[in-house]
């Protein structure tokens, strides 16, 4: 006779480790924000033709990375209080 276990459900909703975030924070705040107005500062001085899109995407990496981790701080703090 084989019982049925039911599976664990107690996992968090929100699943960046603590350091995850706080690297991820750093980064999209400080690294890619200060990369991409490197990019964009230097582009015209040597003449790079990809200058624009590359701050761009640095741009839109750095914003995605703020999303997902403020999301992720969102539901820990609403897990926190609940």
Do not use: C, F, H
Not at 26 to 32: D, E, N, P
Not at 39 to 66: C, E, F, H, K
Not at 69 to 76: C, F, P, T
Request: aromatic content about 8%; hydrophobic content about 55%.
């Amino acid at each position: 006779m084989t019982e049925n276990i039911e599976p664990k459900t107690d996992v968090p909703d929100w699943l960046l480790p603590d350091r995850v975030y706080d690297v991820l924070k750093w980064v999209a705040l400080i690294i890619l924000p200060a990369l991409a107005t490197l990019v964009q500062t230097l582009g015209p001085v040597w003449g790079w033709t990809w200058a624009d899109p590359a701050a761009t995407t640095i741009s839109a990496v750095a914003l995605t990375i703020g999303v997902i981790i403020g999301a992720s701080a969102l539901k820990a703090r609403a897990a926190k209080t609940e």
